[in-house]
C-alpha cells in the first residue's frame, strides 16, 4: 500500500475537510500548518549529510510546505529521536542547521526521546494575514503554470550521493541544503486576487502537476523547453526523468491567472481534460494519475 492510500484512509475514517493539501489551512485561527518527518535510512544516511546538512533540510521541507500554502512561515517546533550514541555536538550543529535556514522563522519547542535510529519530525506553523492561502483544487481552465527556481538538480545530487560521486557539487547542494521559495510565494499571495494552485516539488515537478490536475479537474498542459534547468543535468542520459520525477528541489509550482503570471517563469497553461501533457519538440507525452505514481518513490 502507497503513501497516498493511507492518506486517502485516514481522511475518509476522520470525515475531514481540512485534509488534502500539504497545509492545512485554520481559517478560524489564521494560520496554516503542516508536519513533516524524516527517519535515518529512509530519508536520509549520516554517511551522507552532516548534522548541520541535517537540521538545515529538516527544517527546510516544511517552511516549503508552509510558502506553498502561500502564508508568511513563523514558527517551528522540532521533536528529535536520538540513539544513545549521539552526541551534545551534533544536536549543537542540527540546530545551527536549522537556524541558518529558518531566517526569521522561530524554533518555539519540541520533544527529545531516546530510539535506535534518528527520527525527526517538525511542525511549522504559517501566518495567513494578508495573503490568499492556495489549494491543489482551485486550478482553473486557462490559467497560466509557473515555476519557481531549476528542476532535477536535487534528484542528481542524491544520484551522486549514491554513487560515491562528489562532483558537480552544486548537484549535491541542492540535494542536501535545499531553499525554501518564500519570495516567490509571498509575491503571489500578496497580488493574486481569486483562487489558485500552489505545491512544492517534493515529490518531484510531475506529482505536484499530477496532484493539482486530478483535484482540480484539468489537464495540465507543459512545454518542456520552457522548464528552467540546470543545463550541466545533460551528464546523465536520464536528465528528463531527474526533472520530472528527481524529486526533493522543493521549488513551488502555481497555476495562476494571466495578470500574475507575467512576472514568472511560465511553462504552460491548465487545459480542459485531465492528467499532464508534456510537449518536447513535435513529441507530446500523456501521463495519467497512474502513470506517474508508478515511478514515484515510495516509503513503504
Same mark, same amino acid.
Given at each position: 500500500m502507497k503513501e497516498k492510500e493511507f492518506i486517502n484512509i485516514i481522511k475518509s475514517t476522520l470525515n475531514s475537510g481540512l485534509i488534502g493539501d500539504d497545509c492545512a489551512y485554520l481559517?478560524?485561527?489564521?494560520?496554516?500548518? %503542516?508536519?513533516?518527518?524524516?527517519?535515518?535510512? @529512509?530519508?536520509?544516511?549520516?554517511?551522507?549529510?552532516?548534522?548541520?546538512?541535517?537540521?538545515?533540510? +529538516?527544517?527546510? #521541507?516544511?517552511?516549503?510546505?508552509?510558502?506553498?500554502?502561500?502564508?508568511?512561515?513563523?514558527?517551528?517546533?522540532?521533536?528529535?529521536?536520538?540513539?544513545?550514541?549521539?552526541?551534545?555536538?551534533?544536536?549543537?550543529?542540527?540546530?545551527?542547521? #536549522?537556524?541558518?535556514?529558518?531566517?526569521?522563522?522561530?524554533?518555539?519547542?519540541?520533544?527529545?526521546?531516546?530510539?535506535?535510529? @534518528?527520527? @525527526?519530525?517538525? %511542525?511549522?506553523?504559517?501566518? +495567513?494575514?494578508?495573503?490568499?492561502?492556495?489549494?491543489?483544487?482551485?486550478?482553473?481552465?486557462?490559467?497560466?503554470?509557473?515555476?519557481s527556481g531549476e528542476h532535477g538538480a536535487s534528484g542528481a545530487g542524491l544520484r551522486l550521493l549514491i554513487g560515491k560521486q562528489r562532483e558537480p557539487e552544486k548537484f549535491i547542494t541542492a540535494h542536501l541544503m535545499p531553499t525554501p521559495q518564500d519570495e516567490f510565494s509571498k509575491q503571489i499571495a500578496q497580488n493574486i486576487k481569486e483562487d489558485y494552485a500552489m505545491m512544492d516539488t517534493s515529490d518531484g515537478l510531475i506529482d505536484a502537476l499530477s496532484q493539482i490536475s486530478d483535484a482540480s479537474?484539468?489537464?495540465?498542459?507543459?512545454?518542456?523547453?520552457?522548464?528552467?534547468?540546470?543545463?550541466?543535468?545533460?551528464?546523465?542520459?536520464?536528465?528528463?526523468?531527474?526533472?520530472?520525477?528527481g524529486g526533493e528541489d522543493y521549488q513551488l509550482v502555481a497555476t495562476v491567472p494571466e495578470e500574475i503570471a507575467e512576472n514568472f517563469t511560465v511553462i504552460g497553461e491548465v487545459r480542459e481534460g485531465s492528467g499532464v501533457t508534456v510537449k518536447t519538440g513535435d513529441l507530446v507525452e500523456e501521463f495519467s494519475k497512474e502513470d506517474v505514481e508508478k515511478k514515484l518513490f515510495n516509503h513503504f
Open positions: 481559517k478560524d485561527l489564521g494560520i496554516t500548518i %503542516t508536519q513533516d518527518s524524516l527517519i535515518e535510512d @529512509i530519508h536520509f544516511k549520516t554517511d551522507f549529510a552532516t548534522p548541520f546538512q541535517l537540521g538545515w533540510k +529538516s527544517a527546510a #521541507v516544511n517552511i516549503s510546505d508552509i510558502c506553498a500554502s502561500g502564508a508568511e512561515p513563523k514558527y517551528l517546533t522540532i521533536a528529535l529521536s536520538l540513539p544513545s550514541s549521539i552526541s551534545g555536538e551534533f544536536v549543537e550543529e542540527f540546530y545551527k542547521g #536549522v537556524k541558518a535556514v529558518s531566517r526569521g522563522v522561530e524554533v518555539v519547542g519540541g520533544d527529545i526521546t531516546g530510539s535506535d535510529k @534518528i527520527f @525527526i519530525s517538525v %511542525t511549522a506553523i504559517g501566518k +495567513s494575514e494578508g495573503r490568499r492561502i492556495s489549494s491543489r483544487k482551485s486550478a482553473k481552465i486557462g490559467h497560466k503554470i509557473i515555476v479537474g484539468g489537464n495540465l498542459f507543459i512545454d518542456f523547453e520552457k522548464i528552467p534547468f540546470d543545463k550541466d543535468l545533460k551528464i546523465f542520459r536520464d536528465y528528463k526523468d531527474l526533472i520530472f520525477f
